[in-house]
């Protein structure tokens, strides 16, 4: 089986009658998306789900998976999501898809999130692939020359396959921090980031990781958590 996927049906395990579950976006949480809705099947398992993306929700919504919105929902149960690097402390960089802003608020309003991921994106240290920060559109040239100066790496807009510039879910703009090595000092890091005015959001996540599940080459899945204590 898919190391992705294997880790993706692990985490649906975790799901619960009568949860409140975050969807990831992603082709790993693409996997869950599709397990959790086979257990609703086959189950009737009966929960309620907010997406983190427009794409996911359309997935969802495909496979008869029950939506809610925020007029309802203040807090999660559970969030399954992927994630593009993953260190030894749980921090994570996220945002390879462009969804870093929905993902972090919901990873930020869930009791207990699990991390999805094949064994290539466990690293020592976060920072080679490159770090998304969501911008505002207006002025995104200058935002970048200040993110350059401030972070002394190359930043780059994100495009779409066919060039034109990547807009997010949210309108927003995602420029791309190449630190390519250890990202300087992960824990103040978004903080120092978010001084520049136009920043929204970045894709780095620290303290917002309960649970990383891993995939194997070989199918099997490996776990482990961190400052989650709930009874599972
Ligand atoms: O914006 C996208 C998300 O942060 C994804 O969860 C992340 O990029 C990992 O995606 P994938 O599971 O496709 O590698």
Redesign the pocket.
Known sequence: MNP?QAAAERAVEYIQDGMIVGL???????YAISALSARILSEGLEITCIP??RATAESARAMNIPLSDWDTVRKLDLTI????EVDPQFRLI???????LR?KIVASATEHQII??DDH?LKAALGVFPL?VAVVPFGWQATRDRLEYLLSAPVTPRKTPNGDIFISDDSLYVLDVHFGGPLPDPDALTARIKTITGVVET?LFVGLCHRVIVGHPDGATSEASLGYTAAL
């Open positions: 992705k990831g976006t992603g082709s790993t949480a693409a983190t993306s999501d992927g994630a593009d996220k945002g390879g898809g462009g969804a870093l993902e999805v991921v994106k998304p894709g």
